[in-house]
């Protein structure tokens, strides 16, 4: 299976963009897929994830009610909506999954098996 990340670009703070996820291969459904986010000089941090089972969701502190994550069955697609963007939200984000994730390790990246290649967001008036 292949994930592919793509909808990046460039916002102005208080904007709303879209990334996506697309996988192939393999059904969404039979995996966990997060979001990753890594700025300059910065490493590589969690910022949303949907799980396997059931589908719940899971969101890093800084969120803040800003990004839903979302599946489509149909689509076999994971988006990540995200509003109310923040300079400091610049970063090449990355989307990963894995099929045997345990909840104590959503939020961890090195427990992620499949990576799509980053897309650039871009916070800037």
């Known amino acids: 299976v292949q994930l592919q990340a793509f909808g990046g670009g460039l916002v102005q703070p208080g904007g709303s963009l879209r990334l996506s996820c697309a996988a192939s291969?393999?059904?969404?459904?039979?995996?966990?897929i997060g979001w990753f986010r890594q700025a300059p000089g910065k490493e590589r941090e969690f910022v949303a994830a949907?799980?396997?089972?059931?589908?719940?969701?899971y969101y890093a502190d800084f969120v803040e009610g800003r990004f839903t994550i979302a599946e489509d069955i149909a689509k076999n697609t994971v988006y990540l909506q995200m509003s109310s963007m923040k300079p400091e939200d610049t970063a090449v984000y990355y989307c990963?999954?894995?099929?045997?994730?345990?909840?104590?390790?959503?939020?961890?990246?090195?427990?992620?098996?499949?990576w799509g290649q980053g897309t650039l967001v871009t916070v800037s008036s």
């Open positions: 291969g393999a059904s969404i459904r039979s995996y966990s």
């Open positions: 949907i799980r396997r089972s059931g589908g719940s969701t």
């Open positions: 990963a999954g894995d099929s045997n994730l345990i909840l104590s390790s959503i939020r961890d990246s090195r427990q992620y098996k499949l």
